[in-house]
């Protein structure tokens, strides 16, 4: 269910360390979605061209930058086409060019395939490129409803 459906990308990446580019983007077809593998590779092609990792398809995380490594996440990610994308800081490793490039990627994706994609991220830089944002902070906050 959770490979199908959520797409999660993680501050540290997650990836496999003795995998190349590709087999990290196509974890997912490797841990069962098998049936999907021509589609899955056909986005993650796509993906890798538009984040800028394309280059690097049989390359190893050990010899990636970690701006590199959090692009092949990010393809991972979206590449089984999730209905929900929930990313912790998703540009944090990222220089400023990389981090709108990989924005756009995120957002013009989601928006495409109509998916709900959730980032948890510091950079207030980002929050105007999203429809809604919710602050935590006015989250933690008691609010009686009621008196005894």
């Not at 360390?17 to 589609?39: F, K, Y």
């Not at 390359?59 to 970690?66: E, T």
């Amino acid at each position: 269910f959770r490979l199908a459906r959520i797409g999660l990308i993680f501050q540290e990446f997650e990836l496999v360390e003795h995998l190349a580019v590709r087999d990290n983007i196509l974890l997912p077809v490797h841990l069962g979605l098998r049936s999907q593998r021509a589609a899955i590779e056909a986005e993650a092609k796509r993906l890798a061209e538009h984040t800028g990792i394309a280059g690097y398809w049989r390359m190893h995380p050990r010899n990636l930058s970690h701006g590199e490594r959090q692009r092949v996440a990010i393809c991972r990610a979206l590449s089984t086409k999730p209905s929900l994308v929930l990313a912790d800081e998703p540009t944090g490793n990222l220089d400023p060019l990389n981090k709108r490039k990989v924005l756009d990627v995120m957002i013009n994706t989601a928006r495409e395939r109509g998916q709900c994609l959730v980032v948890a991220t510091h950079d207030v830089e980002l929050l105007d490129a999203f429809d809604a944002v919710v602050q935590f902070e006015e989250l933690n906050q008691f609010r009686e409803t009621a008196t005894p």
